[in-house]
């Protein structure tokens, strides 16, 4: 069965230090997608990026990283020189299609990040 | 374009009572979510309609759910009779196709006492 897992429940770091939240999947699909979102504490869900499982690239963005193993079944987020706007909870979600698509999310990783 | 809106933002209403959500979703998106987050069950997704048409609602937790997508514009979620163990956040969400990421609306924070 499908399944997202994001082990850290809280990270609490101090602002400018690199933090990486893990996920890890599993699929037995050959194709899927998966993404993350960012959750401010105003509540909304915001879209970060998607990956296809065809594409392993690592993909920078500003000060934020991700980096895709199909290996160890991971899709990991780092977050460079953090500062407190990046406090959040952030969520890993899986996409696949199965005679209709499913989308799972993981429970989330909350960060605080301390001044 | 102003993102998927969500009305009201919060609602407190009684148990028994039927209450309605409401969303708009992007222009241009033919896909459109209802998902539900509790602290216990985190994000779930109730119900998507591409096109208008509702293609899974094996998410819907009981028949006093139900969803409508009248037009391409608006969509709504509706519970008849409310309970205590529906109070949640309902997001709506829309996308343009299955495999992009989503836009999420601000969510309605929904009480039921």
């Known amino acids: 069965a499908q399944k997202v897992t994001q082990a850290q429940t809280e990270i609490s770091v101090v602002e ?3 933090v990486t939240l893990d996920c890890v999947y599993e699929t037995r699909d050959t194709t899927y997608y998966l993404f993350w979102y960012k959750q401010p504490p105003s509540g909304e869900l915001v879209f970060l990026i998607r990956r296809n499982s065809f594409d392993e690239q690592n993909e920078i963005s500003g000060r934020y990283s991700w980096n895709f193993q199909k290996s160890t079944s991971s899709f990991n987020f780092t977050i460079t020189a953090s500062q407190v706007v990046d406090s959040a909870v952030y969520f890993c979600a899986l996409c696949w299609y199965t005679g209709g698509f499913k989308t799972i999310f993981g429970a989330g990783t909350r960060l605080f990040v301390k001044a | 374009d102003a993102g998927v809106i969500q009305s009201p933002r919060h609602e407190v209403t009684e148990m028994g009572q ?3 959500l409401r969303c708009k979703p992007i222009s ?8 539900r987050q ?3 069950r985190g994000l779930e997704l109730l119900i998507y309609f591409n096109n208008n048409v509702p293609i899974d609602d094996s998410g819907m937790p009981e028949d006093r759910f139900s969803a409508k997508m009248p037009n391409a514009s608006f969509s709504t979620l509706k519970i008849q009779p409310s309970e205590p163990r529906d109070s949640a956040v309902y997001f709506c969400a829309s996308s343009l196709n299955w495999y992009y990421g989503y836009t999420f609306g601000s969510g309605t924070r929904l009480t039921v006492v």
């Not at chain 2, 241009?28 to 998902?35: A, E, V």
């Open chain 2, 18 to 20: 039927e209450v309605t």
């Open chain 2, 38 to 40: 509790t602290m216990m």
């Open chain 1, 16 to 18: 400018k230090e690199d």
């Open chain 2, 28 to 35: 241009g998106h033919d896909y459109l979510f209802w998902y």
